[in-house]
């Protein structure tokens, strides 16, 4: 079983720059969530969709960053404008969304360093 | 408010010592909880779970975390750790009705001496 596909592995771009995260979660799960995990620290919920619909995105700092999962597979992350406090691994993670199957798997993770 | 708490945040042992990673959380429901580790450069793998039942739960790589209600912990260990187990490792812990979200501890850097 292929697991949670992410791109780019890494991108170092400028402040006031614009940048997209891609993700490909394992086949047939519902959750997608989108995490932002800051050096030493846990990691930490952006966005969590179930299907195609957010379930909760209230830590996603909505004037700079957005989210999609259009066909209830692949999601977009981007950021625009990146602040240098955006520098940080973005892990994917899916789960199969039901009760009783909590776990989630996660990506490889992008790193954006922000200069 | 629900949270976990890894109150180590390095860890510093001998190849082929034992080991245990603490762990307590704070969740009004019985939670279910994970052990996750991260090597560098990477994502973090499902090392272990707990949802119900039993309480001492057997996972990946030879490691086990016993699930304590009266003591609020579910610590992660290892009998004899190998140099390959350097690593960081995260608990995680939600609950049902929590919307399958995780909240992560910060985390526990585990050194392994040669």
């Known amino acids: 079983e292929a697991g949670v596909a992410q791109s780019p592995r890494y991108k170092i771009i400028e402040k006031r720059q614009s940048v997209a995260f891609w993700c490909n979660p394992i086949?047939?799960?519902?959750?997608l969530y989108w995490y932002q995990q800051i050096l030493g620290q846990g990691p930490k919920l952006l966005i969590q969709?179930?299907?195609?619909?957010?379930?909760?995105d209230s830590q996603l700092p909505k004037d700079r960053f957005s989210a999609e999962r259009l066909k209830g597979v692949d999601s977009t992350l981007k950021i625009q404008p990146a602040k240098l406090e955006d520098s940080a691994v973005y892990l994917c993670a899916s789960s199969l969304g039901r009760s009783g199957s909590y776990e989630q798997y996660f990506g490889p993770g992008t790193r954006l360093t922000v200069t | 408010a629900q949270s976990v708490t890894q109150p180590d945040i390095h860890i510093t042992v001998s190849e082929g010592a034992s080991l245990e990673l603490r762990c307590n959380y704070s969740?009004?429901?019985?939670?279910?909880l994970f052990w996750y580790v991260q090597s560098p450069g990477q994502g973090l793998q499902l090392l272990l779970k707990?949802?119900?039942?039993?309480?001492l739960v057997q996972g990946i790589k030879g490691f086990e975390a016993e699930f304590k209600r009266s003591q609020s912990s579910f610590n992660l260990r290892k009998p004899s750790v190998h140099w390959s187990d350097a690593a960081e490792y995260f608990c995680a812990g939600g609950f049902t009705g929590g919307g399958n979200k995780l909240t992560f501890g910060t985390g526990t850097q585990l050194k392994v001496e040669l």
């Open positions: 707990y949802f119900s039942g039993d309480t």
């Open positions: 086949s047939g799960h519902a959750t």
């Open positions: 969709f179930q299907n195609n619909g957010v379930v909760d």
């Open positions: 969740y009004g429901a019985t939670p279910y």
